[in-house]
């Protein structure tokens, strides 16, 4: 069965401390990983889409790289802003559906 | 671009009462739309899928006669809830995916709805 995991389930970072959030999955041929920023009350706001295992990208201070196991989302020098709810998600090989982890809440302290 | 809308942000029913929240995308056609909900602090629980012009797919679990879902053209889906009760109460959410971008979706604002 398709499953996604994320850790850690919190995270509370000082402003500028770098740090990683991990997504692990178990899917039936990967079509895709997704990682999405969510705010409270919100919907999730796409960040980036991973197809192949050594695959990176960036977007400011977010890079998120792809294993065949797991996937990084790593944050450089975080900023008050970037306290959100980040979700990973997979899509399978059939494209049927997309399974989302639970999340990793982090929160950055000024 | 990829703009996706949700109508109403939030919504207050009594129990027994059908709610319909409408999803749109602005921007672009969606082939297929997504309805989601979620509870406080969790993940995002897929509902059932939707294809223009078809009948919606449900997940395993998911009422379809109580969660009706019209996807009526290629930039609306609609969700009603029909006799909602407290239990119902939750945070849908709707997503898209455009024409030809099968691997893209987005998300709208999100609909909170309360049945009291």
């Known amino acids: 069965e398709d499953q996604v995991t994320q850790s850690p389930e919190a995270l509370r970072l000082q402003e500028g401390e770098s740090s990683s959030l991990n997504c692990s999955y178990t899917?039936?041929?990967?079509?895709?990983l997704f990682w999405y920023r969510q705010d409270p009350g919100k919907g999730p706001e796409f960040l980036f889409t991973l197809y192949s295992a050594g695959e990176e990208k960036e977007k400011e201070r977010l890079k998120a790289t792809l294993t065949k196991k797991e996937s990084f989302l790593h944050i450089t020098a975080p900023k008050p802003e970037d306290s959100a709810t980040y979700l990973c998600a997979v899509q399978d090989g059939s494209a049927s559906k997309i399974i989302f982890g639970s999340g990793t809440r982090l929160s950055i302290r000024p | 671009g990829a703009v996706v809308s949700q109508h109403p942000s939030w919504v207050i029913c009594k129990s027994g009462t059908s709610v319909k929240i409408e999803c749109r995308s602005l921007?672009?056609?969606?082939?297929?739309m997504f309805w989601y909900r979620q509870f406080p602090k969790q993940s995002l629980m897929l509902m059932a899928t939707?294809?223009?012009?078809?009948?919606?797919?449900?997940e395993q679990g998911v009422e379809k006669d109580k969660f009706l879902i019209n996807h009526a053209s290629l930039t609306l889906s609609t969700l009603t809830v029909t006799s909602a009760h407290p239990e119902d109460s939750s945070f849908y959410i709707c997503s898209a995916t455009p024409r030809g971008l099968v691997d893209e979706q987005y998300f709208g604002p999100g609909t909170r709805l309360t049945v009291t």
């Open positions: 899917v039936s041929g990967l079509r895709g």
């Open positions: 939707s294809n223009e012009g078809s009948k919606a797919t449900y």
């Open positions: 921007d672009f056609q969606a082939t297929t």
